[in-house]
């Protein structure tokens, strides 16, 4: 196998593992979207929701769901980094923040599965 062979193979693989954790990730949204929002008023979003809402929301989008909830900015981080507590108020901004990652979530599916067709059309079988 020729070194540019091996390190396309390499790449494959790797976007491989990168969509199985993106799947993964999306499945937890999902999940996690219905539970939530029953069971978390009068406490912070989990550590674990907290790193996948930092992972999948950028500030545009924190900005968007700011605007578009009627709240202030850091209202919206605030939630994201377990500085507040959800509460019947704030658990409607929370819902919005979980639809946003989800899409975005989505969309790194999509991407996954193109960048590792593209990557299959190097390899020699």
């Known amino acids: 196998m020729l070194c540019s062979q091996r390190a396309h193979l390499v790449c494959v693989r790797l976007m491989a593992k990168l969509f199985l954790i993106v799947k993964q990730d999306f499945t937890i949204f999902k999940t996690i979207s219905k539970m939530i929002i029953q069971n978390i008023i009068g406490k912070p979003i989990s550590l ?4 996948h809402l930092r992972d999948y929301v950028d500030v ?3 900005a968007s769901v700011s605007e578009k909830m009627n709240v202030h900015f850091n209202t919206v981080n605030n939630i994201i980094y377990r ?3 959800i509460n019947v108020d704030n658990q409607k901004v929370l819902y919005e923040l979980l639809k946003v990652a ?3 979530c989505e969309a790194k599916i999509i991407q996954s599965k193109k960048t590792k067709k593209e990557f299959q059309k190097y390899l020699v079988l």
């Open 83 to 85: 500085k507040t507590k």
């Open 60 to 62: 545009n989008d924190k």
């Open 48 to 51: 674990e929701l907290s790193r």
């Open 102 to 104: 989800t899409d975005r």
